[in-house]
């Protein structure tokens, strides 16, 4: 049987994007021709662990958190007890649980508490969400925008150096500057973050079926999604976070190596950013959704060196793999993967999701079948047990298995189908496209990048203002693609 197409959008914009935004790991993928053998190419990584003997030794140091809110946790421990009891009251939860549109929720929790009906705040705070409910209209899914980062450059001067990848950069990556006002503009502008299964999700007969997302005047959805965030070998010195890790509240942060080799420890990529923002600003998620981490494997996942190949080193093993391996000695496979599990865990209890960037980040559209399944096997084998598996492919180079708008069909589709993965995500410029059958859900996604902020700033208009938002630090003109 044929499938239906509930939702079809702005196929115009579809070839153009392919073209424009073909995204990212410049240094080491370019391998979107099928002849390049193995996952990275060439890479020259400046490594420089001198100053570092292991994590066990990791000195964390006063961190400069990119996000000015982030307080260090010092003593005052009266105040922050008494803090910490207000924010766990029912009332409290229910709070943000209505700020962030779970309105049945936030009412149900209320009228569980013992204490409910003689209790006039609850009970008023329960008709104000009631009154709010009544105001949510339900958001067309075919209208839902979906906005994507590669990790953020923190030290412009370090990014921008004129080195070999400096123009990669420039391209395909944003500035913490530029997220936070990017972030800013899009919350002022009313944007919720919202997931792909609020959008669409499987029924008990296995068919994928559209969800009403409701929200109140002014509110509108937006997917967030964040390329690779392996923290490559390549991009070592280059003046981005190295990794993400569990500060000693069990929030998740980003490690940075600073110019001494010391380690600090705070908000220098998206992830942390987005979390601190939200809770500063709990409206801007809705029930609680982040962003879509797209992960690859062969560098390891989220600054972790992960993969089984830093185990069994085998004789084409890559040079920056090879160098990092001898600045650590102490390197232990299960050790790495612990950790990452660990994030990966905290950021799931958090809202946020991974999905498949393919292991080796690859072309899916010009690779044979074969390829595809082998590099599947590899993402099944040493990233999706630590993540705990996705139905969630988010394609590398903006690339697609198919070359047109059609329905997906074919082998490729066929195969990826089997192996769990229901949501499919491409580049795409236009404001919305997007796909919804009754065996997926097919969306683009939207470059926010130096690329598109410098050639195309009125295609972001509806998110911001590239104008006020692009960093004066950048080179110009920005390398065009
Ligand atoms: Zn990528």
Wanted: some cysteine; glycine content about 8%; overall charge negative.
């Amino acid at each position: 049987m044929k499938n239906r197409i509930v939702v079809l959008l702005c196929a115009a914009g579809f070839m153009v994007s392919l073209a424009g935004c073909s995204i990212v790991p410049f240094s080491d993928d370019v391998a979107s021709s099928q002849e390049v053998k193995t996952e990275e190419a060439d890479q020259e990584g400046e490594i420089d662990f001198s100053s570092q003997s292991g994590e066990e030794d990791v000195v964390v140091e006063d961190a400069e958190p990119a996000d000015t809110q982030e307080v260090e946790n010092e003593p005052e421990e009266n105040t922050e007890k008494s803090d910490t009891e207000e924010l766990d009251s029912p009332l409290a939860k229910a709070k943000v649980m209505a700020m962030q549109y779970d309105y049945d929720g936030a009412i149900e929790l209320l009228k569980s508490q013992p204490d409910y009906e003689g209790d006039s705040e609850m009970k008023k705070a329960a008709e104000d969400f009631e009154a709010e409910k009544a105001t949510c209209t339900p958001w067309p899914i075919s209208e839902v925008t979906h906005v994507f980062y590669h990790t953020l450059v923190y030290d412009t001067d370090k990014a921008f150096d004129g080195d070999s990848d400096s123009g990669g950069y420039n391209q395909v990556m944003t500035t913490v500057d530029e997220f936070d006002k990017i972030t800013q503009s899009m919350y002022e502008k009313g944007f919720v973050m919202v997931s792909l299964e609020d959008m669409a999700k499987k029924n008990e007969e296995g068919v994928m079926q559209s969800q009403a997302i409701m929200l109140p005047p002014g509110k509108k959805p937006f997917v967030l999604s964040q390329d690779d965030v392996s923290y490559y070998h390549y991009m070592d010195g280059d003046g981005m976070a190295t990794k993400l890790v569990l500060d000693e509240n069990g929030e998740v942060k980003n490690e940075y190596i600073e110019d001494d080799g010391s380690v600090s420890v705070g908000d220098y990529d998206m992830v942390p950013l987005i979390d601190s923002f939200v809770k500063e600003h709990p409206d801007f998620s809705y029930k609680g959704a982040k962003g879509i981490i797209a992960l690859t494997g062969y560098n390891g996942i989220l600054g972790y060196r992960t993969d089984i190949s830093y185990q069994e080193r085998p004789d084409d093993l890559n040079e920056d793999k090879k160098k990092w391996l001898d600045a650590h000695p102490d390197f232990d496979l299960e050790k790495e993967r612990e950790g990452a599990k660990a994030v990966a865990e905290a950021m799931k209890a958090n809202g946020w999701e991974f999905a498949s960037h393919t292991w080796g980040h690859l072309n899916v559209g010009a690779i044979e079948i074969e390829r595809l399944q082998a590099d599947t096997q590899k993402w099944m084998d040493n990233v999706a047990p630590l993540v705990g598996g996705s139905d969630k492919i988010i394609f590398a180079f903006g690339a697609d298995i198919i070359d047109s708008v059609e329905n997906y069909s074919g082998e490729k589709f066929d195969y990826l189908k089997s192996q769990g993965f229901d949501y499919f995500c491409n580049v795409d410029s236009s404001q919305y496209w997007v796909q919804l059958t009754d065996s997926y859900l097919r969306m683009g996604r939207r470059n926010l990048d130096g690329y598109r902020m410098y050639y195309n700033p009125d295609m972001l208009s509806d998110l911001f203002d590239a104008g006020e938002v692009f960093d004066s630090s950048r080179p110009t003109p920005v390398p065009e693609m």
